[in-house]
């Protein structure tokens, strides 16, 4: 079993900075991908940033240069920095680690930006 525990959302300005963290424990073995997703309401599930197997980072258009992704290995944590935050980035995002076979998500984090 794995569990991934969220922190960091909140409301925010346009313009403003927020960091999402996402730990995950329990019965790690390999973890493949680690990443965020996000959902606005009426909207479908979609990617905004992932690392694959540690080193290899992608991004989703609509937040290339704005946000960046990383991850420290030794504390099973991914982290989403998020920059110049923009209203439409409003949504609930959601961490995804991918230990194979399974993919594990996060309870959800609720970020909102005023303008």
């Known amino acids: 079993q794995v569990q991934l525990v969220e922190s960091g959302g909140g409301l925010v300005q346009a313009g403003g900075s927020l960091r999402l963290s996402c730990a995950a424990s329990?019965?790690?073995?390999?973890?493949?991908?680690m990443g965020w997703y996000r959902q606005a309401p009426g909207k479908q599930r979609e990617l905004v940033a992932n690392?694959?197997?540690?080193?290899?980072?992608n991004y989703a258009d609509s937040v290339k240069g704005r946000f960046t992704i990383s991850r420290d290995n030794a504390k099973n944590t991914v982290y989403l920095q998020m920059n110049s935050l923009k209203p439409e980035d409003t949504a609930v995002y959601y961490c995804?680690?991918?230990?194979?076979?399974?993919?594990?998500w996060g309870q959800g984090a609720q970020v909102t930006v005023s303008s």
């Open positions: 995804n680690v991918i230990i194979p076979p399974r993919t594990y």
């Open positions: 329990g019965s790690i073995s390999s973890i493949n991908v």
């Open positions: 690392i694959i197997s540690g080193s290899s980072t």
